[in-house]
């Protein structure tokens, strides 16, 4: 995935600072933090680094660059294709996705219209997160999620940031395109976050598969029924569930016939089915092959595979160690 | 004989001249109002349309008066092109360049240069709000300008002629 459209919503001041990065921090680099005042931030794999006027890395965040209110402004302008106006969605949710389907969390002054939240102004604080798309990362596993040739109804149970979403994104686009152990399937996307499939204006910004369908920014439990009605979709994929209607809706598909691919942040499989919400998704035995990530070794470390019956699969074929 | 061609080219010279000058005075409301119905046009586009300003001045490019088209493709092309600067920075280097084509004074370049610290860089109601503020603005300097218009449009041509016939009584 090219880093290119990140540079392109940095104003230069900054943008000159990041790109005079060595390429190897450039390759890992997992966040740029600009925070108006404050020392200029990066992160990369397990790390965090102020970044001084010459693009040196350092502890000490005195050493660093401070962005000034003319860049932060500068930055809004560029992420917002100087119309901020068509942003009041976005800016009511907190980020933005941008070309690339690269994603800017924004923090400010929120505006209140009734106890919710209307708007945000004064925008101050900016977290620019890279996308890294690793087209293959599911491959390995491949064989234990879909050992006889039938689809499983799978859940992806992980702290964040530890690759759930290129991992389910990686897992639509296998099912989409089909192998040979397992035909091409009609997948729908609920992307209520816009981070599995990065749409920007409706087009998806990350290869999710050339069956695929995606609802850009609808609400999870909504978005399914909706899919399911509209598009018939084999194969619903969904990030982050956990609410009350989400679990309904989930009923609804398997019920329909429809198999689910879902993620939902943990980190034990022993927690995860005793949450109140989930508790009776596996009591029903609707998920059928659980994959348990952590950041061990790497983001998208496979702790574990398991079956509905919370037996261990990933022993019979051996470790997978990380999958990223 | 070529005395009085002489003096027929003089006259036409700063006729000529004087015309220019009024018609400097005749254009300048005029364009004035239709900055405002661009302006008019931009609010419905980012109100209803919720279209990218860049997109928005090409819009309005198509249905502005030859001069503002100018300037309004010269800020949606800078919008587009312009890596990395900001929002206002674009919209003014249009305005620098293409200001001086336009009929109009430096009263409006600042209702304008205003406007455009502001433009695309709040949400739609802040923007729809810092429009009408400009479009107030403008129809004061349009009242003012056709005002201007009424006093010194006729009096400057006839100072064109008389100039040119003064010249030639004084030359003779």
Known sequence: MSIKPVFQVLPHSIRDVIQSLPASVLERLEEVRVRQGRPLEIITFKQSWFVSRFAHLSKKPYEAMIPGKEDCLNLLNLISNHSLYTMDEELRQGYVTVEGGHRIGLVGKVVLEGGRVKHLRDITGFNVRIARQVVGVADPLIPCLFGNAKVENVLIISPPQCGKTTLIRDLARHVSRGSQSIPAYKVGIVDERSEIAGCVAGVPQHDVGPRTDVLDGCPKAEGMMMLIRSMSPDVLVVDEIGRKADSEAIHEAIYAGVHLFATVHGQSVREITRRPVLRELFQEKVFTRLVLLSRRRGPGTVEGIYNQFIERLDNKVGRMGTIC | ?172
Request: aromatic share 6%; proline share 1%; net charge positive.
């Open chain 2, 1 to 172: 004989m070529l005395k009085l061609l002489g003096a027929v080219l003089i006259i036409l010279t700063t006729s000529w001249i004087g015309f220019q000058l009024a018609t400097e005075f005749r254009m300048r409301p005029r364009q004035i109002q239709e900055l405002r119905s661009s302006l008019a046009l931009l609010k419905t586009e980012i109100d209803y349309g919720t279209r990218p300003l860049a997109e928005a001045c090409d819009r309005i490019a198509e249905a502005a008066g030859s001069s503002l088209s100018q300037l309004f493709q010269k800020f949606s092309r800078n919008l587009r092109t312009l890596d990395g600067k900001s929002t206002y920075e674009c919209l003014r280097l249009a305005i620098e360049s293409e200001w001086r084509k336009t009929a109009m004074g430096k009263e409006e370049k600042g209702i304008i240069l205003k406007l455009c610290q502001v433009l695309g860089g709040s949400n739609r109601s802040d923007q729809l709000h810092h429009l009408e503020i400009a479009a107030e603005n403008l129809l004061m300097e349009e009242q003012k300008a056709r005002v201007e218009q009424e006093k010194y449009e006729k009096m400057i041509k006839t100072f064109g002629i008389l100039s040119g016939v003064l010249l030639v009584i004084l030359m003779y």
